[in-house]
């Protein structure tokens, strides 16, 4: 049987991690957008290194989002809310997701579908939105080259 004060120091290493990823200074991406609002260089997989988008083919979003942790143990989509998640703020949003060189789509939860690196299966760098059909990177999980 686990104790509860091991519960509370999970808690709390959860409730440290979610508050620093809120307050901490926001990343300026400026040199990543072009003047027309798209992306200027390649956006690749952090882990691999495989291409997931060529230049000037999405769009800078300033939205926020609640995307879970890329490590943690695996879980059912029924148990979606036990996941640990941070929210970012940032993404290239990406119109058709043929547009993408390379990502991997996660089962549907809730009415949304994260995406992975296809050749590593890291992530979720983003999540796809059934609902639009559109579809965002995390500036903060990807790399620019």
Known sequence: MVSSSYYAKISSTIRTHIMAS?????????????????NKTNVKCVHC???????????FDGTEFQLPLAKQ???????EDEFTSETLKDFWM????????????????????YLTC???????????????????????RVQHA
Do not use: W
Request: charged share 25%; with cysteine; aromatic share 8%.
């Open 118 to 140: 296809a050749d590593c299966e890291l992530g979720p760098i983003g999540y796809h939105d059934l609902e639009t059909k559109k579809s965002y990177i995390a500036l903060a």
């Open 22 to 38: 809120e307050n901490s200074t926001p990343a300026d991406y400026s040199a990543l957008i072009g003047e027309d609002g798209k």
């Open 73 to 79: 143990k695996r879980q059912t989509a029924d148990k």
């Open 49 to 59: 290194g495989s291409l997931i988008l060529k230049p000037a083919n999405s769009d």
């Open 94 to 113: 990406v119109e058709n997701m043929y547009t993408f060189e390379n990502i991997g789509f996660s089962n549907t939860v809730n009415n949304r579908k």
